[in-house]
């Protein structure tokens, strides 16, 4: 009896910790959503340009990269709590920054603190989540991990897309109402407890180095090119979803610009708690046929100004980019101890930000010279090569 006793006591904090971390997780990538909606009034009202934007994008996941190469293993040295504190507070910081957006300049600099905190969030508070999660379902801890982002950043489109249209003061009130999530997930992770302990070696776990158990460098490269021609297609929603849905899809509703980010984004939740029916190997093969279905769909789509095709062909790419990153990141994570996984993390975020970043940072300059649905074949031409790797050489870990 005092065993059952004491095991609840420990389940307890144990379980305000997974808690706690989950909703820091989420809210991070919330506020990395907030801003995606007020894209066209910066166009009308401050004259940033689509070009603009994809700089803006470009920074965000440039501070992510850093952060994870510089940051991403601090957290097994210091432990996660006081990584996941200092995620919560750099995000605030970007919402500041964006409260006085009347440039480019601004809007770059709370984009790149957003980009920090979203690299933070992609290793310390997903370690922190993966050492608080329950034993069941096993595939709890994965399905958070892969598909946060994508929750999170559909919340932050459609709550912001909701303010900016029906609210009053939008291009503030949308950061305040963020800031206040921030704060709840600050005060739970405050009173959880730690779950990992301190260790030495902090100021070495700033060199960048991606840690890479040697099952996980036999997997990554196929892993890597899912990772990079999926995500890629994900960033392209947010630096030219703006002109996609006032230019093509004739709607300047803030929440239109929500519902066309959101359809790529939510099927990514099904997707995932898909891929747990298949062998990792399957699952991504599956699944990037399914994207390379879905971008094809998507250069059709825009080329014929078809909304509801746009959406449809979205979300299948969006369910077909869920089952093929959970599939590779829980091949990666299978068999990774507890001291490896932030660094594990870290290099498969790592993987997946350089994918979104170099492709819209170049695509942000073929805008001045081309056509949207002519900027899309490189997307589909990108699917198409990761398709074929992935068919060729995908592999179980078991079989690595």
């Known amino acids: 009896m005092g065993q059952q006793v004491a095991g609840a006591r420990h389940q307890r904090p144990q379980g305000l910790a997974f808690v706690a971390a989950t909703l820091a997780l989420v809210t991070s990538f919330v506020a990395a959503?907030?801003?995606l909606p007020l894209y066209n009034t910066y166009r009308a009202e401050n004259g940033v340009t689509t070009a603009d934007l994809s700089l803006a994008v470009g920074l965000y996941f440039l501070g992510t990269?850093?952060?994870?190469l510089f940051l991403g293993r601090l957290s097994t040295h210091l432990g996660r709590r006081p990584l996941t504190i200092a995620t919560l507070l750099v995000v605030m910081a970007g919402c500041v920054v964006l409260l006085r957006v009347d440039s480019v300049a601004p809007l770059v600099l709370g984009r790149f603190l957003m980009g920090v905190g979203s690299g933070l969030a992609s290793s310390a508070v997903m370690a922190?989540?993966?050492d608080a999660a329950p034993e069941r379902p096993p595939w709890l801890a994965t399905l958070i991990t892969s598909q946060s982002s994508n929750v999170g950043m559909t919340l932050g489109a459609?709550?912001?897309?909701?303010l900016v249209d029906l609210g009053p003061a939008p291009r503030t009130t949308v950061y305040f109402a963020v800031i206040v999530l921030l704060g709840v997930s600050l005060v739970l992770v405050l009173l959880a407890p730690e779950t990992h302990p301190r260790t030495p070696g902090v100021l070495a776990s700033l060199r960048p180095r991606l840690a890479l158990p040697p099952h996980v460098r036999r997997l990554m490269p196929v892993a890597a090119t899912t990772f990079m021609s999926t995500w890629?297609?994900?960033a392209a929603y947010q630096s030219l979803g703006p002109s996609i849905t006032k230019d093509y899809l004739h709607t300047d509703k803030a929440l239109g610009m929500a519902l066309v980010f959101s359809s790529f984004m939510v099927p990514g939740i099904l997707g995932a708690r898909l891929g747990g029916r298949f062998l990792p190997a399957t699952a991504q093969r599956i699944g990037i046929t399914g994207f390379l279905i879905g971008a094809v769909g998507l250069w059709a789509s825009l080329s014929g100004g078809a909304m509801v095709g746009f959406l449809l062909f979205g979300a299948l790419a969006g369910c077909s980019q869920g089952l093929t990153v959970t599939s590779g990141i829980r091949g990666l994570l299978q068999g990774t101890a507890p001291s490896e996984r932030a660094g594990v993390l870290a290099a498969i975020y790592v993987t997946c930000y350089l994918g979104a970043m170099v492709?819209?940072?170049v695509i942000g300059q073929l805008t001045r010279l081309f056509t949207l649905p002519q900027v899309m074949t490189g997307f589909?031409?990108?699917s198409a090569v990761a398709a074929v790797i992935t068919w060729l050489w995908a592999r179980n870990p078991s079989a690595a």
């Not at 990269?65 to 994870?68: S, Y």
């Not at 459609?158 to 909701?162: C, Q, R, T, W, Y």
């Open 359 to 361: 492709p819209n940072l």
């Open 65 to 68: 990269i850093a952060a994870l």
């Open 380 to 382: 589909v031409a990108m």
């Open 232 to 234: 890629a297609l994900g």
């Open 128 to 130: 922190y989540v993966v």
């Open 158 to 162: 459609f709550g912001s897309g909701a």
């Open 33 to 35: 959503a907030a801003p």
